[in-house]
DNA sequence: CGGACAGTTGAATCAAATCAACAAACGTGG
DNA sequence: CCACGTTTGTTGATTTGATTCAACTGTCCG
């Protein structure tokens, strides 16, 4: 009852707050996920595609949250990226998957071959322009990543991290955070432990109060670039 | 063996950039370069494009090197990527740019209106395809550049560095370095001083033996990623 | 020659990692 | 429903790798 639960709440929650800005990409896109591919459902924690793969398919979130990541030989992760409802993401030009896509919820996706969309992309400029421009918007997401990870503070990373979440809430002010401890430690180059001290460390700053380890109200705009 | 397969991938991943020196990327482009474009040439630590300019034009190398960077509030500097001769940059969708474009050396760039490209592009599908593949290298170069950041030592990422430079150079084992120590502190998100440090230390190891502090040859593969 | 960079090296400091407990939340099965 | 083990998150003590501050060397070029 209590946690009647993770299962019900992420699923509407996600899909709920999938709403605001960049939920929709490109209409077009959507359209051609709907024509040329069919949906699939992944459970929590569930491998979309593993690193070494074969790439033979485009997803888009529908609702949920995806992870992409890398695996390093000694076991650590880095998490390049989350991509939340509205994103695109499988579209890397290599044979073969660089990276892993697992689900940090349980998520809805359409998906559809690449070979397919490459024709469609072929007859229909427009739908090659509009793929264009999401792998551009991935790529300058990624770009202020490695700005992130270059030069900033534990406390830097997490205040952006938090900002940018805030972006897929309709009701500005709460976050309701999808990932884990580590996730956000494997995304932004720290450790859980620092993570977690960093977030208490924003809370005794006033900026931002817990409600449960997964629920961040933020106190003011000032989350500092 | 598991191991080696590891270490490849994402070898290949990091250096997947442009392939050896002058390799295009894609006779397409070029083509379309020549034909809509002109080129200019750009002197050392000439400005290519600014943080914040409309972006109008895309580029590609003819010669020499460029770097994509982000000045910080505090001065700082982050380099995203350098480019080498074939790579082409510019492609962020925004209207303005939200990185500098500076030539580390002496440059010849070819370079055409964006616009002109897109027509091009909504005429002649194969020009579309090669446009996405060519964002969807600098990306996958993104990618592995966020890992090294997210996770590496220090002598981790300037190995990587030099292993990816070694791409560029059809004399193996032998890397002449274009650029100076600041910019490969900022590439890496180092200190001047600890990439010297670096480089002293891999020169201990012997893996490492420098000619000038711009010409490094590598004695062993052995670069450990 | 001398001044300005570019690069190296050393010593002290610090932010984050590591090591180590502990607490809280979850969920499973009696 | 509760007891119990497991996972997830927090906190503390200590270590450490990289930064910072500072001095010094080499090199290029007027």
């Given at each position: 009852m ?9 699923e ?23 024509r ?10 569930g ?10 398919h ?11 990541c ?12 989350f ?21 940090v ?10 070979s397919?969309?490459k ?21 300058a ?25 805030t ?11 999808p ?9 932004l ?8 001290r ?12 817990l ?15």
């Amino acid at each position: 009852m209590l946690q009647s639960h993770l299962l019900d709440r992420s699923e509407s929650t996600y899909s709920a707050l999938s709403a605001p800005d960049e939920a929709m990409p490109d209409a077009s896109l959507r359209d051609v996920f709907l024509r040329l591919g069919g949906t699939i459902l992944v459970e929590r924690n569930g491998e979309i595609y593993a690193d070494g793969e074969p790439a033979e398919h485009v997803y888009e979130v529908m609702s949920g949250v995806v992870r992409i990541c890398s695996y390093l030989e000694d076991g650590r992760r880095q998490i390049c990226a989350f991509h939340f409802p509205g994103d695109v993401f499988g579209f890397e030009l290599d044979e073969v998957h660089a990276f892993s896509a697992e689900a940090v919820t349980p998520c809805k996706l359409a998906m559809a071959r690449k070979s397919a969309f490459k024709d469609a992309a072929s007859r229909e400029p427009t739908l090659c322009a509009a793929m264009c421009r999401t792998v551009a918007t991935s790529f300058a997401q990624l770009q202020a990543h490695v700005v992130l990870l270059g030069h900033k503070s534990a406390q830097q990373r997490v205040t952006a991290f938090l900002k940018a979440l805030t972006r897929h809430h309709a009701n500005a002010g709460v976050v309701e955070l999808p990932m884990s401890r580590q996730d956000i430690a494997d995304h932004l180059g720290l450790t859980i432990e620092t993570v977690s001290r960093t977030i208490t460390q924003l809370q005794d700053l006033g900026v931002i109060s817990l409600e449960g380890s997964r629920k961040i109200t933020v106190r003011r705009r000032q989350l500092a670039a």
